[in-house]
């Protein structure tokens, strides 16, 4: 059974860092680039991140550049985003997802990709 499963949420106050995980089972992440997206409450969904298969090209979308990493441990078959310098707009529901794309510094994702089931980031003081 295909399946992404997101950990490493919480709360934190503004300037912590918070490290997620994307774990997959049921097939082989590396053969997919990867994203992390978010929403906030009343927004639209916004693409955070993208890593490329292969050769693991790193895309960030401009409010998260310099402040997120995003990285892949193959053998653990599982994608990380790094958060550091958190800011309180950064709250949401951050999801992994497969075959992410990136356009004109868009990150964005196709319909036939698969999701995880999301995790909440609370940053507030």
């Known amino acids: 059974q295909v399946q992404l499963v997101e950990s490493g949420g919480g709360l934190v106050q503004p300037g912590g860092s918070l490290r997620l995980s994307c774990a997959a089972s049921g097939f082989t992440l590396d053969n997919y680039a990867i994203g992390w997206f978010r929403q906030a409450p009343g927004k639209a969904r916004e693409g955070v991140s993208c890593i490329s298969s292969g050769d693991g090209s790193a895309y960030y979308a401009a409010s998260v550049k310099g402040r997120f990493t995003i990285s892949r441990d193959n053998a653990k078959n599982t994608v990380y985003l790094q958060m550091n310098s958190l800011k309180p707009e950064d709250t949401a529901v951050y999801y992994c997802?497969?075959?992410?794309?990136?356009?004109?510094?868009?990150?964005?994702?196709?319909?036939?990709?698969?999701w995880g089931q999301g995790t909440q980031v609370t940053v507030s003081s």
């Open positions: 997802a497969t075959d992410c794309t990136v356009a004109v510094a868009t990150i964005g994702a196709k319909l036939s990709g698969y």
